[in-house]
């Protein structure tokens, strides 16, 4: 064996040792030992995956990255907090240059005449240790409507990379796109739309 291989191993374990202390140490996974405080949203970290039947013969998958928000918890009034998020639709992706295009026009989302989409809580309701339905008013393509987003608490802590405090989310929603306006190949195009969130927010005050 190699002379160098054992300083090796001691210099690779003292380098991981600070992100196994800060994982056994600073992570929670219980809400009710979440800081309370407001938090936004780490745009590198936010995502909404879109998934809609295709003519049937596939589900076709696609995201927006374009994303921003803010979070106001407390985990003594849990029903109490308060989301408000942004999406570009002009950052709508789908790895297919001429797709990207066909979505970003007036036959899908329309991104010139409508840049943005919102999202607001209106109400949250508890329906687990961990779990939640967010009832808020999705605003698309000029179109307000309520919906229900099932959200899942994934856990709190420092961030080993950033040191910044941190909770994790993901979510789900089910919308109608005709319902917003969106109406052209329905229902050839499905007209359910599975939403998918990812979401890191950041401790900010």
Do not use: C
Request: zero cysteines; proline letters at 5%.
């Amino acid at each position: 064996m190699s002379p160098r291989l054992p300083i090796y191993a001691a210099v690779a374990a003292l380098a991981l040792t600070p992100l196994a202390v800060v994982a056994q140490d600073a992570f929670t996974k219980e809400p009710a030992q979440v800081q309370a405080g407001t938090y936004e949203l780490d745009a590198s970290h936010g995502k909404v995956t879109w998934a809609v039947n295709h003519f049937g013969f596939s589900t076709y998958v696609g995201q927006f990255s374009g994303t921003a928000g803010t979070l106001t918890l407390d985990p003594k009034a849990p029903t109490a907090s308060k989301l408000d998020v942004t999406v570009q639709t002009a950052s709508v992706g789908t790895l297919n240059e001429g797709l990207d295009t066909h979505l970003k026009s007036a036959d899908f989302l329309d991104v010139a005449k409508f840049p943005t989409a919102s999202f607001k809580a209106t109400s949250v309701k508890l329906t687990g240790k961990t779990t939640a339905d967010v009832t808020g008013d999705l605003t698309l393509h000029g179109v307000t409507k309520p919906i229900v987003l099932k959200a899942v608490f994934n856990q709190a802590g420092i961030n080993p990379v950033n040191k910044v405090y941190t909770v994790g989310f993901d979510g789900e929603a089910t919308i109608k796109r005709t319902d917003f306006g969106i109406t052209t190949y329905a229902p050839a195009i499905g007209d359910e739309v599975k939403l998918t969130i990812e979401a890191e927010f950041k401790k900010v005050g």
